[in-house]
């Protein structure tokens, strides 16, 4: 059997691996049922790859196009691994900096108890993100923008 298939596999083996190591290391309180079924799909791909290299006889046009089609979703994964990860981290900083508002605005109040349901009961970490963002720009124009900076900045400064 081709040793760059085997590598291939191997690679792709790893990223998923690495995936979800990134996922579990958010701690977050659920995942969404989209992201886990593309991830089970992805996932499902590889195996399936895996077996399909291991045959005795193999058609590699069709191994072929399975490999692209693994290495096309695992980017899709990764990305929206990447944008689950940013939705969570900001939506639990701008929950954190709402906080400081809530007694005097009843609207930040009400966003907030939204916003941490959306986040721990449905595990929608956009629109949590969404929720207060919006509450947090009408209070205080500009905090969103510059929390979200400051977010970026320091992701960036902690992948380097």
């Not at 949590?128 to 979200?148: C, H, M, R, W």
């Amino acid at each position: 059997m081709n040793v760059e298939l085997k590598k291939t596999l191997l690679r792709f083996a790893s990223e998923i691996h690495v995936i979800k190591r990134q996922v579990e290391s958010l701690n977050l309180p659920g995942l969404p049922k989209t992201y886990l079924d593309y991830f089970f799909v992805v996932s499902d791909e590889i195996k399936k790859l895996d077996t399909d290299i291991n045959r005795i006889k193999i058609n590699m046009e069709e191994i072929t196009k399975q490999l692209l089609i693994v290495q096309s979703d695992l980017e899709t994964l990764q990305e929206k691994t990447n944008d689950l990860k940013d939705s969570a981290r900001l939506a639990e900083r701008l929950l954190q900096y709402a906080n400081r508002f809530r007694e005097q605005y009843a609207e930040v109040d009400a966003a907030v108890k939204k916003a941490q349901s959306l986040f721990n009961d449905s595990y929608d970490y956009a629109a949590s993100l969404e929720t207060i963002a919006t509450v947090l720009d009408k209070v205080e124009p500009g905090s969103y923008k510059k929390l979200e900076d400051g977010y970026y900045k320091q992701s960036e400064n902690s992948r380097v």
